[in-house]
C-alpha cells in the first residue's frame, strides 16, 4: 500500500488524525471555499440556564470526523460536490462580554460573506444568530428565516436579558426590527413545553412570523410542515437556525433549555423538514445550543448536532452544484 492509500484508509476511522467538522479540509481563509463550516464558541449570550455552550464547536469536530459521508436521501457526497472546508473558530478575545463578542461574530462572517462562501455555524448559544444574520442580511436582502426551536426567542418585552443586549433571547424579534429577515416569509417552528415566567406568546405572531408549534407539526405531518415553510420561502434566500433543543430530550439531552414538557422532534421529522429545502437558495445556517458536559456518554447530542450540520452542509452543496452543472 503506498503512503496516500494508507493515509485514506486511516481517515476512515473517526479517532485518527487533528478533527475537523465533517473531517473537511481545515483552512482558517475564506478564500477558495463555497461552504464555510465555522465554529462559534460562544456563550454568554444566555447563562440563565447552562453555561458551557462554548464547549459545543469541539465536541462536534470530536465526534464529526467518523460521520457517513454519502447523504442516503440525495446520493451525493457533499465533500465532492463543492469545497467543503472547516475554518475553524471565531476569534473572540472579550468572550465574556457578550456584546462584545457579537460584534466579532458578525465581522467574522462578513469576511466569509465577502469571500463568497456560504457559512453554516455551529454554536455556541442561540446569540450567535442575529450577528450572523447581520452579516448575510440586509433591509435591501431580508432573509426567509426556517428556524427549529422549542421556543420563540422573540423576548421583545425586555430591554434585556439580564444584562445582555444583543441576547439568545431577543435575536429572533431584533432580526425582524432590523429587516434582515423578511418575517412573511419566515416560519419558527416546533415550539413546545409549558411556558417559564418571561413566555411573551403573541410577540412573534405581531411580528409577521408563520408559527408552528411542535403539536401543530405533529398534525401536518413532515410533507405539511415542508409546504406551509415552501409557500412563504419562495425564491427568497432561506437562513436555516437549528437550536437542538426542538429535538426529543431523549435524543438530544445535552441541550441548555431542555422542554420535558412534551416530546420534541424525532430525528427522522428534523431531518425530513430540512431535507424539503432541497433546490431553495440556502444561503446559511447554524446548529445552536449544545450542552456537551450534559451530554452522555454517547455523546448522542453532539452525534446528532453533526447530523444536522451534514444536512444543512448538503443542502448548501446541492444547491452550489445544481448552479455550475446538472442537479446531481
Ligand atoms: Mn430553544
Known amino acids: 500500500m503506498d503512503d496516500a492509500a494508507a493515509e485514506r484508509t486511516m481517515r476512515s476511522t473517526y479517532w485518527w488524525g487533528v478533527p475537523t467538522f465533517l473531517a473537511a479540509p481545515h483552512d482558517p481563509d475564506p478564500v477558495g471555499c463555497d461552504v464555510a463550516l465555522v465554529g462559534v464558541p460562544h456563550s454568554s449570550g444566555n447563562g440563565s440556564t447552562e ?7 469541539r465536541a462536534v469536530r470530536h465526534v464529526s470526523a467518523g460521520y457517513r459521508r454519502r447523504h442516503r436521501r440525495f446520493g451525493v457526497v457533499p465533500h465532492d460536490l463543492c469545497r467543503l472546508r472547516d475554518v475553524g473558530d471565531v476569534v473572540m478575545p472579550e468572550f465574556m462580554v457578550s456584546d462584545r463578542a457579537i460584534k466579532d461574530i458578525e465581522a467574522r462572517f462578513r469576511q ?6 456560504r457559512p453554516v455555524a455551529v454554536g455556541g448559544d442561540h446569540s450567535i444568530t442575529l450577528p450572523i444574520l447581520r452579516a448575510l442580511g440586509s433591509p435591501e436582502r431580508p432573509l426567509a428565516l426556517v428556524h427549529l426551536d422549542a421556543h420563540l426567542d422573540t423576548y421583545d418585552r425586555m430591554d434585556t436579558w439580564f444584562g445582555v443586549v444583543d441576547s439568545a433571547a431577543h435575536w429572533a424579534s431584533k432580526a425582524v426590527h432590523e429587516r434582515l429577515v423578511d418575517p412573511g416569509r419566515s416560519t419558527q417552528l416546533g415550539m413546545r413545553g409549558h411556558m417559564s415566567p418571561w413566555t411573551q406568546a403573541n410577540v412573534s405572531d405581531e411580528l409577521g412570523y408563520l408559527v408552528l408549534e411542535k403539536a401543530r407539526c405533529d398534525d401536518l405531518g413532515v410533507e405539511g410542515v415542508v409546504t406551509a415553510i415552501l409557500e412563504r ?3 427568497c434566500p432561506v437562513y436555516v437556525s437549528f437550536d437542538l433543543d426542538c429535538l426529543d430530550p431523549g435524543i438530544a439531552p445535552g441541550v ?3 422542554e420535558p414538557g412534551e416530546d420534541g422532534f424525532t430525528m427522522t421529522q428534523a431531518a425530513g423538514i430540512l431535507q424539503g429545502l432541497r433546490g431553495r437558495d440556502v444561503v446559511g445556517g447554524d446548529v445552536v445550543c449544545l450542552m456537551p458536559t450534559k451530554d452522555n456518554p454517547n455523546a448522542i ?3 446528532n448536532a453533526t447530523t444536522i450540520l451534514f444536512e444543512l452542509a448538503t443542502l448548501i452543496a446541492v444547491r452550489i452544484a445544481a448552479s455550475t452543472s446538472p442537479v446531481p
Not at 466569509?112 to 462562501?117: E, R, Y
Open 51 to 57: 453555561r458551557d455552550q462554548h464547549l459545543g464547536p
Open 301 to 303: 447530542t453532539a452525534m
Open 256 to 258: 441548555s433549555n431542555l
Open 112 to 117: 466569509i460573506a465577502a469571500a463568497g462562501a
Open 233 to 235: 420561502v419562495g425564491d
